[in-house]
């Protein structure tokens, strides 16, 4: 049985809606999340004379993962804040 016209329509206005909706989702990725993801990386690390200007959140050494976040500058802004 051959599919009907109005269905070989129906899925090409399916392709059509994802690709519309995928498009700004894909922009708001590139340009958005990933620099503030970089942004958020180097807030929470610890700041260092070196290139780059900032340390390592996470490390892996003798089969051990080591997580470093500096929550300092955070605790400063929330300190002052309330007073």
Same mark, same amino acid.
């Given at each position: $049985?051959?599919?009907?016209?109005?269905?070989a329509? &129906?899925k090409? $206005?399916?392709?059509g809606?994802?690709?519309?909706?995928a498009? /700004? !989702?894909v922009?708001?990725t590139l340009?958005?999340?990933l620099p503030f993801a970089? @942004?958020?990386?180097?807030?929470?690390s +610890?700041a260092?004379?070196?290139?780059? /200007?900032?340390?390592?959140l996470l +490390?892996y050494?003798?089969?051990?993962?080591? @997580?470093? !976040?500096?929550?300092?500058?955070?605790? &400063?802004?929330f300190r002052?804040?309330?007073?």
């Amino acid at each position: $049985m051959k599919p009907s016209l109005s269905s070989a329509l &129906f899925k090409r $206005m399916q392709l059509g809606r994802r690709a519309v909706i995928a498009f /700004p !989702l894909v922009w708001l990725t590139l340009f958005f999340l990933l620099p503030f993801a970089l @942004v958020l990386k180097i807030s929470l690390s +610890e700041a260092a004379i070196a290139i780059p /200007p900032y340390g390592p959140l996470l +490390e892996y050494a003798d089969q051990t993962l080591h @997580v470093f !976040l500096n929550l300092g500058n955070y605790l &400063f802004y929330f300190r002052i804040r309330s007073i």
